[in-house]
């Protein structure tokens, strides 16, 4: 990246290894510096919560509010119904009104973390594409914005392209779908004002196709800036643990193991986690990732109690380091280790050791916990498990048994 940016907020997206790409730096630069830039980001109401992997863009928005400027969290109210296609090999499940709605109420929770929704100036808003989709005449939609779409053009954008090429089906629903958010952008700068779209690199024709369409409309200059997909140093998507998504929401995946995946970071990835995902100044990222040997251990701990602070607040990171010291320095059982109560009728017949594991979330599939029983990896109250079909009944949860995958990875399970 050769560009010297003059704002605040390019500076940091450029520093701190946000940027992927930008439709026009000079441009959005100079609106930077010139005055407030209202910028959105569009999630789709698919889960329940946020996981990790949304993470980056929560941030972006985090230091854009934290530079002066103001963050509009677009919740997709509408295109959920829809479906975006990018890069999927199949269709979406489609979902009711009442889902997408329940979705949106979880999801809210997680940005009130992030980001200041206040009054002031530069607070932030939320909004629903529902609020104009829903409505949308289908003749007049056709005639005033459908018009302004290359069918060629949009057949060439290689998150279409790469399922066609794959002779996978693309339904007409699922087509419309880049138009629909192409529209968003074209909305939210004519109600708000705003000037910026940022999300993933795989949303780059997404938010170009919203750049034309607003700049054929509205002859308005607007533009759009995308942040690298990120992938561990090992080559894995970032985001995903060895028992499923890593959710924002702590009824879905308690502080402490949310504390726990961020301190499981590679020693390579530690520097750049402290300069994507924590508020650390950049020189105190620096200095941290370079740390080596027993000492980067000491940077993994500042680097989950930082992300954990933002998200679950400082009691609970807190709590996650003091169990995770219990549990791994003095082999006890930590007050805040997730627990998981089984139903009597569970056991009535005995569970066994693999189930356990799995039941604990321990293990994804009953193959991958009887693998990590086979490779040694599997512990109960610290002894080794050697058998994954040893059966374990009403009594032996007369204490909550602590379990273990592989050394890093606990678990308490109690008989409810």
Not at 119 to 140: K, Q, R, S, V
Not at 268 to 297: H, M, Q, W
Request: net charge negative; aromatic share 8%.
């Amino acid at each position: 990246m050769t560009y010297h940016p003059k704002s605040d907020f390019m500076r940091v997206m450029i520093e701190r290894g946000y940027l992927a790409d930008c439709t026009d730096y000079q441009g959005l630069d100079e609106a930077l510096v010139k005055g407030v830039v209202p910028a959105y980001i569009g999630y789709d109401a698919t889960a329940a919560s946020l996981h990790v992997g949304h993470l980056l863009n929560i941030m972006m928005l985090r230091w854009l509010q934290k530079t002066g400027h103001k963050p509009i969290t677009l919740m997709g109210g509408g295109t959920t119904k829809v479906g975006d296609p990018s890069f999927r090999a199949d269709e979406r499940p489609l979902l009711t009104p009442e889902k997408i709605d329940e979705n949106i109420a979880g999801m809210k929770q997680v940005f009130a973390r992030y980001l200041d929704y206040s009054d002031a100036p530069g607070g932030a808003i939320m909004l629903n594409n529902a609020e104009w989709l829903d409505h949308l005449n289908y003749l007049d939609f056709l005639r005033d914005i459908g018009r302004h779409f290359s069918v060629n053009r949009m057949l060439s954008f290689e998150s279409v392209k790469s399922r066609l090429d794959r002779e996978q089906s693309l339904s007409f629903l699922e087509f419309n779908y880049m138009i629909l958010q192409a529209y968003d952008f074209l909305e939210l700068n004519r109600r708000y004002g705003c000037l910026l779209q940022m999300g993933g690199s795989d949303q780059w024709g997404n938010i170009v196709n919203g750049i034309d369409l607003t700049r054929r409309v509205l002859d308005q200059e607007i533009y759009g800036l995308t942040s690298p997909l990120l992938t561990t140093s090992d080559g894995k998507k970032m985001g995903k643990s060895a028992s499923g998504a890593v959710w924002l929401r702590g009824d879905m995946l308690s502080p402490y193991e949310f504390w726990q995946f961020w301190r499981n970071t590679t020693d390579a990835d530690v520097g750049r986690f402290l300069k994507l995902y924590t508020d650390l100044p950049l020189e105190e990222c620096t200095r941290l990732g370079a740390l080596a040997g027993s000492e980067i251990n000491a940077a993994k701990i500042i680097l989950a109690n930082e992300v954990t602070t933002l998200l679950h607040g400082a009691e609970a990171a807190q709590a996650a380091e003091a169990t995770a010291r219990e549990v791994f320095e003095k082999g006890g059982i930590g007050a805040d280790l997730p627990t998981v109560a089984l139903d009597v009728a569970d056991v009535a017949d005995g569970i066994t050791a693999a189930q356990l594991f799995v039941r604990a979330g321990l293990s994804p599939s009953g193959k991958e916990a009887k693998r990590l029983i086979a490779e040694g990896g599997a512990r109960v109250n610290d002894d080794p498990v050697l058998d994954a079909g040893h059966k374990f009944h009403a009594a032996d949860f007369a204490e909550p048994l602590k379990l273990t995958a592989g050394k890093k990875r606990h678990a308490l399970v109690t008989l409810g």
